[in-house]
């Protein structure tokens, strides 16, 4: 059973940066896309950003292209989410999940991590 575990959310002020890490236990992380959706209160959960398993791919909502940057390093079972520029609008909850293929659904979940942008 693969489990995901996110760190590095906090409260932070626009403009500023986050680094987010989704660290996986278990075997099969480098085998499986990983990605990060966020959702914030009242709304529903979005799509944010993912990476295949071997880096080669990446998609970026477009709320974000430009401002964020997914990169993962297989051999220490984590992904991260570098956030720059962060604006108002990027407060929610930031989860991290894994699919084996973009034609699975997402399996695994992490239990989110909060990322607060104070104007």
């Known amino acids: 059973q693969e489990q995901l575990v996110e760190s590095g959310g906090g409260l932070v002020r626009t403009g500023d940066s986050l680094r987010l890490s989704c660290t996986a236990s278990?075997?099969?992380?480098?085998?499986?896309?990983m990605g990060w959706f966020r959702q914030a209160p009242g709304r529903e959960r979005e799509f944010v950003a993912n990476?295949?398993?071997?880096?080669?791919?990446?998609y970026y909502a477009d709320s974000v292209k430009g401002r964020f940057t997914v990169s993962r390093e297989n051999a220490k079972n984590t992904m991260t989410l570098q956030m720059n520029s962060l604006k108002p609008e990027d407060t929610a909850v930031y989860s991290c999940?894994?699919?084996?293929?973009?034609?699975?659904?997402?399996?695994?979940w992490g239990p989110g991590t909060q990322v607060t942008v104070s104007p």
């Open positions: 999940a894994a699919r084996f293929s973009d034609y699975h659904t997402w399996e695994y």
């Open positions: 278990g075997r099969i992380f480098s085998t499986y896309h």
């Open positions: 990476i295949s398993w071997s880096g080669g791919t990446i």
